[in-house]
């Protein structure tokens, strides 16, 4: 065996006596903390659950809420999140943490709920467009929300508070997509209306209308808050006539009537906006003409700027005598009277002849729509030969007889009578907006009795604020062919009772007699 020489068992113990002495130096300085404190982050970092539902996503009030829970074991910073909505045609919206604030501050706490709601987004309900799904993502993890189809509600970006982006339009400002889905232009100048309903409602194509509840319950009860511009962030530069409520069964709708000086070209669409301000707003004050309402609304003619709406216009209401341009018509014309709301046109006193009063100007009827607003007596409690007639046609003398079949009334029917050259008209009773639709078709002489729809029905609030219309029986045909000129006339024949005269108008159909569809963007 041989020994280890005496230079390399120096050598050897000097290395071991090296070693110890720096094993000792890191053990009493701490040099391995680290190490060990690594490892334990790396099993508690392993050990961290990041978990949470969304419970609920909906739209009250303009403004979009979810309620988010939390069930990992560590907290949720809202701020780091990031929420992306899925409309029903596939098309995304990222919306940041920072734009989200919930009532329990953003810091999500295990095992807790909060109410959190979206920041610079404008939402409400819409059944065209709508958001199908929420996806909420933090650190990764995702979870996906469906929405419900009563839940059916459409966000786009507002941003009103900010000043880099000031073009943008504030969200009263809604824009307002007008949609002609005809292969023909609408008539320019063209009426079309504007209805914010609280519920569907379906009354045929002749009518137009956007189903919000949070949208209808921000309209004043006489639309005074409410104007219509072309650009957003501008005062009113359209012309807009609010008619009234609407109601259809359980459903209420604002209806207005607006004008569009250039129409809408065929097989597209325009945007305007409709401004909604609060329910102290009295636009009709501070922007008529372009603001106004009739007399039955307002109980006044102050802001009645139907003249800039329609083709033709004449309210009936807060007369003392008959406007320019109308007559009597023999029997009985000095008992015609006056109140705010309307004209008398009284029963007639003798056998056969009219009693009324009629325009003595034509009107081209043609693709033009006449609607007029009366309360006509209820024909059963009378007895004879009779008519109630409110529509177009000539009365010059008092031979000439107002149009109808022999033997009764045609309640809501629509006649042409070649014979007497009398014009198309509509007679019925009850009150309500009569609408006669004069168009390109039908053949001269002919009588058409297969348009009889239901008496249409308007009536007063109990308080007698503002009026309500029902246009579920707005009869849309053809009637009258060509070029057709006529005067507007309204009144009666044989015994009858009180006709109440409340407006007159004349408006273009919209084409194919489809009105343009209204959807928010």
């Known amino acids: 065996m041989k020994s280890i020489s005496p230079i390399v068992g120096t050598i050897l113990i000097i290395v071991i006596t090296v070693t110890i002495a720096g094993l000792f130096y890191a053990f009493t300085s701490g040099m391995f903390n680290s190490i060990i404190s ?3 982050n790396l099993v508690n970092q392993q050990s961290k659950i990041i978990s949470f539902t969304i419970n609920t996503v909906y739209c009250s009030n303009n403004i979009l809420y979810f309620d988010i829970y939390n069930k990992g074991n560590i907290p949720i910073n809202i701020n780091n999140s990031e929420i992306i909505f899925t409309d029903n045609y596939g098309n995304t919206i990222s919306i940041n943490g920072n734009n989200i604030v919930c009532n329990n ?5 295990i095992g807790s709920n909060s109410l959190c709601y979206v920041l610079n987004y ?37 941003n ?6 000031a073009s943008a339009c504030q969200p009263t400002y809604l824009p307002l997509i007008l949609y002609n889905t005809q292969s023909i232009a609408t008539p320019s100048p063209f009426q079309q209306d504007i209805a914010i309903c609280n519920g569907s409602i379906n009354i045929g194509n002749n009518f137009a209308y956007i189903n919000n509840v949070t949208l209808f319950n921000e309209i004043d009860s006489n639309g005074q808050n409410v104007y219509f511009a072309t650009t957003c962030n501008s005062t009113p530069n359209i012309y807009s006539w609010y008619e009234g409520q609407l109601i259809n069964g359980s459903t209420y709708c604002d209806e207005w009537w607006i004008n569009l000086q ?32 009739p007399i039955q609304v307002l109980g006044t003619s102050q802001y009645d700027n139907g003249q800039d709406i329609f083709n033709y216009y004449q ?21 015609v009277s006056f109140s705010t709301d309307y004209t008398i046109i009284p029963p007639l006193s003798s056998n056969y002849g009219n009693d009324g009063i009629t325009t003595t100007n034509n009107y081209n009827l043609q693709n ?51 014979a007497n050259n009398d014009g198309a008209a509509f007679s019925g009773e009850g009150t309500g907006v009569f609408s006669l639709v004069v168009g390109t078709s039908g053949s001269l002489g002919s009588v058409n009795y ?50 109440y005269l409340y407006w007159v108008l004349l408006r273009s159909l919209p084409p194919n007699d489809i009105m343009p569809s209204i959807y928010i963007n």
């Open 450 to 499: 297969s348009y009889v729809p239901t008496m249409y029905s308007i009536g007063f609030s109990s308080s007698n604020t503002y009026f309500l219309v029902n246009y579920s029986q707005v009869l849309s045909t053809t009637i009258i062919p060509g070029s057709f000129s006529l005067p507007i006339t309204i009144g009666q024949q044989e015994d009858g009772g009180n006709i």
């Open 38 to 40: 690594s490892s334990n």
């Open 160 to 165: 009103s508070n900010s000043t880099s982006n």
């Open 315 to 335: 309210n009936f209401g807060n007369l003392s005598a008959l406007p320019s341009g109308w007559t009597y018509i023999y029997f009985n014309q000095n008992n």
């Open 262 to 293: 250039n129409g809408i070209p065929a097989n597209s669409n325009i945007t305007i906006y409709m401004y909604i301000g609060n329910s102290s707003s009295n636009y009709y004050s501070q922007y008529y003409p372009y603001v106004g309402a």
């Open 368 to 418: 033009n729509a006449v609607d007029i607003y009366a309360s006509v007596p209820n024909i059963n409690t009378h007895t004879g030969y009779q008519w109630i007639v409110l529509g177009v046609g000539a009365a010059n003398n008092t031979n000439t007889y107002f149009i109808g079949p022999s033997g009764g009334i045609v309640v809501g029917g629509n006649i042409y009578d070649s």
């Open 122 to 158: 404008f939402c409400y309900y819409n059944y065209t467009d709508y958001i199908k799904s929420t996806n909420f993502i933090y650190n990764g993890i995702n979870y996906n929300y469906e929405i419900l189809d009563n839940n059916k509600f459409i966000i786009y970006y507002s």
């Open 105 to 109: 501050g953003n810091i999500i706490n």
